[in-house]
């Protein structure tokens, strides 16, 4: 070999070293690399790839993932189309940088990839393959995904948010910060923070808050906001210092609600906890604690206290008449009134239905309590105005004074009771409690004890009092009354029971037995041939408005085989005064019927007149209270003849109770009130006398006769 020859072989072996050092560097580049690597056909199968690319997509080798991977578009990729755009950037661009994707990893989770890529082309420009890198980038997609989630709840959330450096400027707030505050960033950011009202929340407690933010904590409590228009308003607040990488603390983020509506929501509850919901005046749990209260400080000082216990009168035939709205109302106003009778350190309460109280805390004697009493009074004096109608009410005020009358609230409570139930049944307006009434107070509970025996053992009795024409004096009606003979009381004035009997509920059950009663004794009559008009029961509120009335009537005329006319149903003036609609209906059915219908004790009440001729009656009946004072009291002559015009007017019958003296008589003859009953004829008698009556006829008494 000569020298040339041996020269060229040097170099040939000197090129193929160095062609080798760099296959060699280049397949080390390759396999140890930390991206991953490939080459694959524009088919989508893999001709190289690395252990990065494999360990990327979960395969144990580079082997092992050109083998799996014979199809890229449909194995590899989540979204088959992405294989597709990324063939199209190719062919367009020659190269894709940073292609993202997601992909299938063997396992089956999906993963992000970035992919950079370019065609290889020979000689004459046919593609040979396509070959890249791929990075997993998952992680860093999943912190942008908590980025944009961390924005959109930042920007949507309904909490405000208000971020501050570490020497509280204002770096940032969300919508909702300016939505609750009123401040935009334009006014708040770049400022020192003003929404927290430090002057009026507890040194201490802000102290606290900053001390845990400070400390890189978090801390939550209640504090005192101000809105941008100078408004204050209370947050629930969580403040929380961020740190850097040493630690430090570089800002502050405050998150806050408006805890308004849950703050009043919360006194409302505290309020109807202790205040009666229709009057808002205190409730008896209330009046009970004020009580012990007031009486520990009389007891240290050594003072006194009195406590007034008032009732409304006819409350319950208010309420039954003119219907539960008017009721509610009438009970709103005498709760204003009592506002206006006392000192601003007395206590005003409701302890249910119409009962009310009033304490007077630090008074000198029983004369402090009086005047007390004698505002109430002149309180009731003026009419309600309940809508269309004004109405005369009045109270009944029992008073018990500490400690002559009771040294516990409960004692207390019940000696004021007492002496309001005496007040009433005695028709006076107030009453100081005296050491009788507790026997009264039991008389009373022992009377409605009695009273249910009664209905059981059929203690009660029906007498008659005879309606006579004043002409004739020949009998035309009879009202059935009724009476209780107790065995051991005697007999009870159905004044003193009756009113017992509605407070414990029992005058609907007393009052249907007098239906059937009276209808009973009315056939008898028409048995023995004593055939007269009708007989007239008396309907409590309760029964006028109860839905099965009109059933209970047809069932009592049907059981006595009695003909509707024959019974007549007397309803107060009050009890027309209710819902008009409700009266109307409950009227025609009865009329339909053929059951006589009279108002009782007219003009005693405050029905509309404009209403009375829509209702389907039959007699106006004039109260006693209008003939008592005839003939000599001109005003009474003038209300009974008004009321006797108003009755023919009307095509009404007209008949006056309460005729004890011929004088009286005379006066409503003259006045063409022609039909009376009262004692100058006859008192309610039992039915024997009452068959008597009709048989012999009428006599002409003196009041004294059958008193």
Request: glycine share 6%.
């Amino acid at each position: 070999m000569t020298f040339g020859e041996r020269a060229a072989a040097a170099v040939r072996n000197e090129r193929g070293e160095t062609v080798r050092a760099i296959s060699n560097q280049y397949r080390s580049l390759f396999e140890n690399a930390v991206e991953g690597i490939y080459r694959s056909t524009p088919s989508g199968r893999y001709l190289n790839a690395n252990a990065a690319l494999a360990h990327i997509y979960g395969y144990d080798s580079p082997k092992d993932l050109i083998t799996s991977l014979t199809d890229i578009a449909q194995v590899l990729y989540v979204h088959p189309g992405d294989r597709d755009r990324f063939k199209q950037l190719l062919d367009r661009h020659q190269v894709v940088r940073n292609f993202e994707a997601q992909v299938y990893r063997k396992t089956g989770e999906i993963i992000w990839i970035s992919e950079n890529a370019r065609v290889v082309r020979d000689a004459t420009g046919t593609v040979i393959c396509y070959e890249g890198t791929v990075q997993d980038i998952t992680e860093r997609k999943q912190a942008e995904d908590r980025l944009r989630l961390a924005a959109t709840v930042y920007e949507n959330v309904g909490e405000a948010i208000i971020v501050t450096d570490a020497q509280n400027q204002v770096s940032a707030i969300n919508p909702a910060f300016s939505r609750m505050t009123g401040f935009t960033a334009e006014q708040a950011v770049g400022r020192t923070a003003v929404f927290i009202a430090d002057e009026l929340n507890d040194s201490a407690t802000l102290a606290d808050a900053w001390s845990c933010a400070r400390r890189g904590e978090s801390w939550q409590g209640e504090l005192c906001a101000r809105r941008a228009n100078g408004e204050l308003f209370p947050v629930q607040a969580t403040l929380t210092g961020v740190t850097d990488g040493n630690g430090d603390v570089v800002s502050f983020v405050m998150v806050a609600s408006d805890v308004t509506r849950r703050k009043m929501d919360e006194q409302s509850i505290r309020f109807h906890a202790r205040h009666d919901a229709l009057t808002r005046l205190a409730n008896r749990r209330t009046v009970v604690e004020a009580l012990k209260d007031a009486i520990l400080q009389a007891e240290r000082d050594e003072s006194r206290l009195a406590l007034l216990f008032l009732d409304v009168n006819r409350f319950k035939d208010v309420n039954d008449s003119l219907g539960h709205a008017a009721g509610d109302e009438l009970l709103k106003q005498v709760a204003r009134r009592l506002k206006g009778c006392v000192r601003a350190s007395d206590l005003i309460g409701r302890l249910g239905g119409d009962e009310f109280v009033v304490a007077l805390p630090a008074i000198a004697d029983a004369k402090g309590a009086m005047a007390c009493v004698e505002k109430v009074l002149y309180a009731f004096s003026d009419p309600f105005d309940l809508g269309e109608q004004q109405l005369y009410v009045s109270t009944s005020v029992g008073v018990a004074l500490y400690p002559d009358h009771g040294t516990s609230a409960e004692a207390l409570l019940s000696s004021a009771d007492a002496a309001m139930y005496h007040a009433k049944a005695n028709g006076t307006p107030f009453r100081f409690y005296d050491n009788d009434m507790n026997h009264q107070a039991a008389e009373r509970v022992n009377l409605e004890n009695d009273l249910r025996h009664a209905m059981a053992d059929g203690q009660f009795r029906l007498f008659y009092q005879p309606k006579v024409d004043g002409i004739t004096r020949r009998v035309v009606a009879a009202e059935a009354l009724i009476r209780w003979t107790h065995p051991r009381r005697g007999p009870v004035s159905p004044a003193l029971f009756i009113p017992v009997a509605e407070q414990a509920g029992l005058i609907g059950t007393i009052g249907e037995w007098t239906l059937m009663e009276a209808c009973r004794q009315m056939r008898l009559w028409l048995d023995d041939g004593l055939d007269f008009g009708c007989v007239s029961v008396n309907l409590s509120p309760a029964q006028f408005l109860d839905a099965t009335l009109k059933d209970k009537v047809e069932r009592a005329l049907r059981t006595f085989r009695l003909a509707p006319s024959m019974l007549e149903l007397e309803i107060t003036e009050t009890m027309m005064a209710a819902d008009v609609d409700r009266v109307i209906a409950i009227l025609t059915d009865l009329s339909r019927m053929g059951v006589r219908l009279a108002i009782d004790d007219f003009g005693t009440g405050y029905s509309s007149l404009a209403y009375l001729k829509l209702f389907p009656v039959d007699v106006l009946k004039i109260d006693r209270a209008f003939v008592t004072g005839l003939p000599g009291n001109g005003k009474d002559a003038a209300i009974v003849s008004s009321i006797a015009t108003l009755a023919e007017n009307l095509d009404f019958e007209v008949i006056a109770e309460g005729v004890e003296t011929t004088a009286q008589a005379d006066s409503l003859l003259a006045r063409g009130v022609t039909r009376m009953q009262g004692f100058l004829y006859s008192p309610a008698v039992p039915p024997d006398d009452f068959a008597r009556l009709l048989v012999d006829g009428i006599a002409i008494g003196t009041p004294a006769d059958g008193r």
